[in-house]
C-alpha cells in the first residue's frame, strides 16, 4: 500500500519573477512528493494580453510556468513555442503568426507531428475567430503578441472553459499531475482591479496601476453629464468584446508600455545618473512616481463597480490541503493582493482547526517599484506583511476590513517621532499581530541596496520569523540565489527525513 502523499505547497504568483523560481519550488515538490499548487490572478489587462482582452473577452493572459528541459529536446521546443513573442511591427508579427500557423516556422523543430497537429488545430481555431470578428472599427493587432497566451484563449474559447484550456496546456508540456496551475477566479469573463491610495486617488486597472500612465480615477457623476461620457461614445462605436458603457480605460489598448521605474533604474545604477530624463525625456516622463501609497485593492465590473467575486473552489482546497503556503516575488498590488481578496481565501489560509497551512513565508522582493512607492516614502518589510495580512484580513468582505483592509501603510508606525505608548496602543500591536500571524509566519528576504528595509525587532513583535538568504548580483539586480533560498525554504517547511525524524522522536 502506497504511503500517503505528504500535505501540499501552494504558491501565489503570477508574473515573470514567479516564472524566475519556478526551479525552486519543483525542486521542493521533488523532494517531499506533494502537490504544488500555483494561484495565479486573471486581471492583468497590459501588453499584448489588452488586445485579447478587447477582441475576445475573459482572462487574457496567464503565467507561463511551462518546465523546460536540458535532456528532452521536445519539452524545450513546446517550452520556445508557447513563451514566443511576436515582432513588435504588427505586419511582420501578422507574417510570425501565419507561419506558426501554417506549420512553416522553425519553432515546430523537434515537436512529433501529433502534438504539432494538436496545437495547431488550437491556432487555426483561434485565427479563424480573429478573421470572424474583424470589423473596419476593429481589427486584431498581433504586436508583440505571446503565442502561449494566444493558445490558451483559442482553447478557452473552444472547450468553453478556462480550467480545461490549461490542463490541455499542461497536458500538451508533460507538466506532472502533481502540479497545478489555478485561476483565483475561475471565470470566462473579464476581472478588472481598482486601486485606492492614501490620498484619495483611485486607479483603475491593473496596467495602469502597475506602470506609469495617464489619470485614470473615475469620472463623478457631473462630467458624465457635461460632455465626460464623449470617450464612452467613441469606444462604443468600436465593435470588440467590451460591453457598450465600459470604463474607457479597461478597454484601451496598453501593448507598449514601459515596466522601468525610477526605483529600479536606480538599483540597476547605483550611481545614480538621472541622465534619462536629459537623453529620453518620454522615459524619464514614464517614470512617473504614484502620488501616495496604494491603501487598496478591489475588483470591479466593466463599469466601475465594486465586486466581490468569490474564489476559485480548487484554490480554497488546495490552500486548505496545504502544508505551506508561499506568497513568491513579483509585483504586489497587482500580482499578490489580487489573489487574496476574493471571498473564501483568507478564510482558507487562517484555518485554525488544522485544515489548512501551518506555515505562510512572505519571499520579499529585493526592490522596491512602481506599486511600492512613492520613492520618498517606500514600502518598508512590515508594510510588505501588513499589506498581505489585511488583504486576506478582508477578503471579499465589503465591511471596514475589507474596504480599508489592504493598506500597506501605518501612520502611527511610520511616524519615526517620539511617541506615548499608551495601553490601548499595546493591545492594538497585540491584535494585529495576532492578524498577522494568521496569514504570514515567515519573511525571507535579501539584504543590499535598493532592497526594502527589513526591522526584524519589528517584524519579531508581530509574530513574524525572518530568515536572510544572500543572493547575487544579475545585470545590477539584487537576485535571489536558488540553491540558497531552496535551503530557506526547506529550514521553514522542513524536509521530508526532517519530518519523519521529528514523528519518530514524538513517538508516533
Known amino acids: 500500500m502506497d504511503a500517503p502523499r505528504p ?46 482582452i478587447r477582441v475576445f473577452g475573459g482572462p487574457g493572459r496567464l503565467v507561463r510556468l511551462i518546465p523546460g528541459s536540458d535532456t528532452d529536446t521536445e519539452r524545450a521546443s513546446i517550452k520556445d513555442l508557447f513563451n514566443h513573442r511576436l515582432s513588435s511591427d504588427p505586419l511582420q508579427a501578422r507574417l510570425q503568426w501565419l507561419e506558426i500557423v501554417e506549420g512553416r516556422d522553425e519553432l515546430w523543430t523537434n515537436i512529433s507531428s501529433e502534438k504539432r497537429e494538436l496545437i495547431r488545430s ?17 481589427v486584431f493587432n498581433f ?3 505571446s503565442i502561449g497566451n494566444l493558445f490558451l484563449t483559442g ?29 483565483v477566479i475561475n471565470t470566462n469573463f473579464t476581472h478588472h482591479i481598482s486601486a485606492g491610495l492614501a490620498d484619495g486617488t483611485q486607479i483603475t486597472g491593473q496596467n495602469s496601476i502597475s506602470h506609469p500612465s495617464a489619470p485614470t480615477s473615475l469620472p463623478d457623476d457631473s462630467a458624465l453629464g457635461n460632455g465626460g461620457d464623449s470617450e464612452v461614445e467613441e469606444h462604443d462605436r468600436i465593435e470588440d468584446a ?78 486548505r490541503a496545504a502544508r505551506a503556503v508561499v506568497y513568491s516575488v513579483g509585483s504586489l498590488y497587482t500580482s499578490i493582493v489580487p489573489s487574496l481578496v476574493p ?9 485554525a482547526d488544522g485544515n489548512g497551512p501551518r506555515f505562510k513565508v512572505l519571499i520579499l522582493n529585493s526592490a522596491n517599484d512602481r506599486e511600492t512607492g512613492p520613492r520618498a516614502a517606500p514600502l518598508a518589510a512590515t508594510d510588505f ?12 468582505s465589503g465591511g471596514s476590513s475589507g474596504r480599508g483592509g489592504n493598506s500597506g501603510s501605518n501612520s502611527r508606525r511610520g511616524d519615526h517621532h517620539h511617541v506615548v505608548v499608551t495601553d490601548d496602543d499595546r493591545r492594538d500591536e497585540d491584535a494585529e499581530a495576532e492578524v498577522v500571524r494568521r496569514y504570514v509566519t515567515h519573511l525571507v528576504y535579501l539584504e543590499g541596496e ?3 528595509r527589513v526591522d526584524r525587532d519589528e517584524l519579531t513583535a508581530l509574530g513574524v520569523d525572518c530568515i536572510r538568504v544572500y543572493g547575487r548580483r544579475v545585470d545590477g539586480m539584487l537576485r535571489y540565489d536558488e540553491a540558497g533560498l531552496t535551503r530557506a525554504l526547506e529550514a521553514v517547511i522542513g524536509k521530508p527525513e526532517m519530518l519523519r525524524s521529528r514523528r519518530n522522536t514524538s513517538g508516533q
Open 7 to 52: 500535505r501540499g505547497i501552494v504558491v501565489f504568483g503570477g508574473g515573470t519573477a514567479t516564472n524566475s523560481l519556478v526551479d525552486v519550488f519543483e525542486s521542493i515538490r521533488e523532494s517531499r512528493n506533494c502537490h504544488l499548487s500555483y494561484v495565479i490572478p486573471i486581471s492583468d489587462n497590459g501588453g499584448s494580453s489588452s488586445e485579447l
Open 122 to 138: 488550437v491556432f487555426n481555431l483561434v485565427n479563424l475567430e480573429i478573421v470572424k470578428r474583424a470589423r473596419p472599427s476593429s
Open 143 to 145: 504586436s508583440k503578441a
Open 155 to 183: 482553447a478557452r474559447v473552444f472547450t468553453g472553459s478556462l480550467e480545461s484550456a490549461i490542463y490541455l496546456l499542461s497536458t500538451i508540456c508533460g507538466i506532472p499531475p502533481t502540479v497545478s496551475t489555478l485561476p
Open 242 to 319: 467590451t460591453l457598450p458603457g465600459s470604463l474607457p480605460t479597461l478597454r484601451k489598448p496598453y501593448i507598449d508600455f514601459n515596466k522601468t521605474t525610477t526605483t529600479t533604474a536606480a538599483a540597476a545604477n547605483p550611481a545614480g545618473s538621472s541622465s534619462t530624463a536629459a537623453t529620453n525625456p518620454a522615459a524619464a516622463a514614464a517614470d512617473d512616481d504614484l502620488p501616495a501609497r496604494i491603501e487598496r485593492i478591489w475588483y470591479i465590473n466593466p463599469y466601475g463597480h465594486e465586486i466581490f467575486p468569490p474564489a476559485n473552489a480548487k484554490v480554497l482546497s488546495a490552500i
Open 343 to 351: 471571498r473564501g481565501v483568507g478564510a482558507a489560509l487562517s484555518a
Open 385 to 396: 506583511v501588513r499589506a498581505v495580512a489585511r488583504a486576506a484580513a478582508g477578503s471579499g
Open 450 to 452: 535598493g532592497a526594502p
